[in-house]
């Protein structure tokens, strides 16, 4: 269906993120209040902020709330707004991050004019994020969590690298990872069902890293986890999987496979001596440690896609 909210929209802005494609934001700001919407731009300061935004923000007030930053910072919005009592306004953004897996997944390109039509009469995805909770408060995610080699990639990338080298950070940190590399065996229950795992990544889409399919029948829309398991273990296996991904060939290499199910949880099976905790990266953030049980969550948000 064709959304088609109040005309005013509360635009979350991560000035960090996307500083060569700064005037992306305000080129779409400038074509949106040319067609006679208000913009109220509030820029983040800290952790935490986007997704304080969102979930307090007035819905009698702002039709949609769209964010400017990466997939981090939508993720905080996503929070924000899947924590709301009664009804909250639609979610549209304005990627600037490294990645943008979520621009990638809605079909979104990355251009002013039809970032602000989407804004403006963008198709209406109703979407139930996947929740992980662990040790900590219940984290929601849009995308996707998980635990193993892409989560201690995640981990080890500090946000001034990231900012310096954008992508070059994690290539750099994969190669750290893979010379530090123990056979972590992971337990994977999804459904009841118990497998194991060297790596394993519980997403919601079909994407991961940016335009890259690791979960071919996974869609937004549907009320679904896919569980993506890295099934061998080693150093040149790990290698192996990367390429295989790069060329668009993960889905169907040996020792890798998907399986769907609504409810799973995480665990160490065997730490092979790695003494540290084992981290879980939600929407490309470090976010909790292992163990981990991930649902659906209760609330579902509105994603605006192009029309």
């Not at 662990?134 to 995308?143: C, M, V």
């Amino acid at each position: 269906m064709t959304f088609v909210p109040p005309k005013s929209i509360l635009l979350i802005r991560n000035p960090i993120a996307g500083r060569r494609r700064r005037g992306l934001v305000d080129d779409v700001v400038r074509q949106v209040r040319a067609a006679g919407w208000s913009v109220d731009l509030v820029d983040t300061t800290a952790q935490g902020d986007a997704q304080h935004l969102a979930k307090t923000c007035d819905a009698d007030r702002y039709g949609v709330v769209a964010v400017a930053g990466g997939d981090g910072t939508i993720n905080e919005a996503v929070n924000g707004l899947a924590c709301r009592e009664g009804r909250a306004p639609a979610l549209a953004i304005v990627p600037l991050g490294t990645a943008n897996v979520l621009a990638h997944e809605l079909g979104l390109r990355l251009t002013a004019p039809e970032i602000a039509r989407t804004i403006m009469a963008g198709r209406e995805l109703l979407v139930q994020p996947g929740e992980a909770t662990g040790a900590s408060a219940p984290r929601h995610f849009s995308l996707m969590a998980g635990a193993g080699f892409d989560a201690k990639v995640v981990a080890g990338v500090r946000v001034p690298l990231k900012r310096r080298w954008g992508k070059g950070a994690y290539v750099w940190r994969s190669m750290v990872e893979a010379r530090r590399y123990r056979p972590v065996r992971y337990a994977v229950e999804i459904d009841g069902i118990r497998h194991e795992a060297a790596s394993v990544i519980v997403t919601r889409a079909r994407l991961y890293a940016g335009p890259y399919v690791v979960a071919p029948a996974a869609a937004l829309g549907e009320p679904l986890l896919h569980v993506c398991l890295f099934e061998r273990w080693g150093r040149a296996h790990t290698l192996r999987f990367g390429v295989a991904l790069l060329r668009g060939r993960l889905p169907v290499t040996g020792g890798y496979r998907v399986i769907s199910g609504r409810a799973v949880k995480v665990s160490v099976a065997s730490d092979a001596g790695e003494r540290r905790p084992q981290p879980v990266q939600v929407d490309g953030d470090d976010a909790l440690t292992l163990p981990v049980s991930i649902a659906l969550a209760a609330r579902s948000i509105r994603l605006l896609q192009p029309a």
